[in-house]
């Protein structure tokens, strides 16, 4: 009897310990899970406050590029205008420019193109040193060089803007050996009035304003 006991202990015993591991596990892993969900519950708003805050992010990011992209498109609309408003003197400018080639080279192919860029009522006036130099067989050239200060163009109809300017044209004329028959000055002032004639501005009057020559400069 006593040894059937013994043996029966001796089962028990570690059946019994077995229990409470097994009891202490499921106790053990009970409070792993209870802590997981309680972890999980307490960062739950903290992942609801995050995604809030990249939405907000996201709304205010898509709104800058929106006002930048509009004031790029404002601000390329607003040069065009402005470089649209500008061209007849622009324009201007440069027409006087191929005017001036013509006086250095008088006998050249730019003579007869004048009248691309001047109506046959400014022709003439333009004409007047460019034919005293062919007919004298002389060129500007040396120091000769001009300068114009164009006012801002007026608007007078679609097609037509008046630009006033004040000039500077220094003549320094030359004959075929390049020696210098004269040299003068003349400051003036006019106004021209501009034609749109397709896509080109071109000078369809020029109203003169006051003249003055003087001699150039010891030295010029």
Request: glycine share 6%; proline share 5%; hydrophobic share 40%.
């Amino acid at each position: 009897m006593r040894r059937f006991r013994r043996r029966l202990l001796t089962l028990l015993v570690p059946l019994a310990v077995l229990a409470v591991l097994v009891a202490a596990g499921v106790m053990w892993a009970d409070q792993q899970s209870a802590r997981a969900r309680l972890a999980e519950a307490e960062l739950q708003p903290a992942l609801v406050r995050a995604d809030a805050a990249e939405a907000r992010a996201a709304r205010a990011e898509a709104s800058l590029t929106a006002i930048a992209q509009n004031q790029l498109v404002q601000a390329a609309a607003t040069a065009t205008a402005v470089s649209q408003a500008s061209e007849p003197q622009r324009a201007l400018e440069r027409i006087l420019g191929r005017l001036f080639a013509v006086f250095q080279d008088p006998t050249g192919s730019g003579y007869d193109q004048l009248s691309q860029v001047f109506s046959e009522a400014a022709l003439p006036t333009v004409k007047l040193e460019a034919d005293y130099l062919r007919g004298s067989g002389l060129h500007l050239g040396g120091a000769s060089t001009f300068n114009v200060d164009a006012s801002p163009p007026q608007q007078t109809a679609p097609d037509r803007a008046q630009v006033h300017t004040n000039e500077r044209w220094l003549y320094d004329e030359r004959d075929d050996n390049d020696q210098r028959q004269r040299c003068f000055i003349e400051d003036s002032d006019q106004t021209y009035t501009m034609l749109l004639q397709g896509p080109t501005w071109t000078v369809d009057d020029i109203q003169l304003g006051g003249t003055h020559r003087s001699d150039c400069p010891p030295g010029t």
